[in-house]
């Protein structure tokens, strides 16, 4: 049975925060950047509405059906309507349904008006540029790395290191690979130490077996269903780097949000923002870097998309349903980067934490070769051995699992 999902009137949730705290200061925030708008745009119109949702949220209102003139505009919204439930309130109802609806009735208001901005345009942008220092010192050894000279024997530890930098994100410090050392510092005593501190926060750590899988597959493609924008798709732009040269995957897609998602979520478009803000570094080493991409997406080595179905509220057991499925089951990696990913394979529903990934994931057991790289910042854990969920509750309260100072590398391989 599948057990209920976390609600936003749980206070031992995640959720109750959310809604109640994170969400108004969102929406403030998007009042703060319409100035985003092109000019001659009716400002005030989008403030009321920005305004009319604060204090739908605030008084904990009715969650309404999409319109059909919405539906019209955007026909993916009906399947939001069709799992909305009568008296759903903001505050009471499911998280995972409400935070995807919220995002969704956001842009709702700029497609109304044929209007196309990223009104999380700004908040996107200063994250990377918080980042600029890991960024040169990572393309600076990128640019240097000598993939040719890696031996066999070595490809795991490195791969490992890569793992890291896309897993943590924008924690650059916590990587070895973005600090001053060398390739030979990596594989030496002390890197072994380093990377053993580092991964004492990983609670499920399938690497080694997600390594085999490649090492093994004959014509290896991978698939990344991205999160972030900024420093985390950067990071896992390395990682794709990594792969390909060294064999481990002859083609990355790169699978993006088709509309502005959970703030900082990657639209194509921030590829080219990415790009420019690279080049904008003004800094031989992230020019060369932006260089190797563009010839990548040249040769079709890397292909970058999107689809709606990544911002839909379905959980993603739904996927075989769906289109996309015919291309991710054909893949030999499909990788879920970040939380929101997490929390959709697993349904962001009450699984007791020891429940195993496999079972979580529902109808996608076994149908495609699944890979969770997410640092944890909600409720929703599985997999973990016997005892690990009392002893971190015991240490760090109930919230552990929000705090977003663990992770978990969860892999599972398709029948
Ligand atoms: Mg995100």
Redesign the pocket.
Known sequence: MIPSPYMNDDVHSFAYDTARVRWPKILVQCIDDLSLLPPGSDVQWFTGKFKELLSAIDEDKEVQPFTDDEIKLNPSLKAYNDQLTKGMTWKTGPWLYLECYLYQHINNFFISKSIDIDIFQNLKQSTLISSKLGIIELCKKINEFDFGSIKDEDKLIFFKEFIDISLWGNSTDLSLLAGNVTLEDIKSIQGAETRKANEKNILVNGTNDIFDHLSKAESPVVDIVL??SGF?VFSDIVLAIYLVETKLAEKVTFHCKKIP??????LEKDFDELFKELIAFDNQDTAKFVDTVKSYIKQKKFIVTSDDYWTSCSPYWTLPENSIYDQLKDSTLVIFK???NYRKLTGDVQWDKTTPFETALQHLKGKINVVSLRTCKADVTVGLPQGVDEKLKAEHGEFWSSSGKYAVISFTAKD
């Open positions: 999160d972030n985390e998602w959970f703030v900082s979520d990657t970040g939380d929101l």
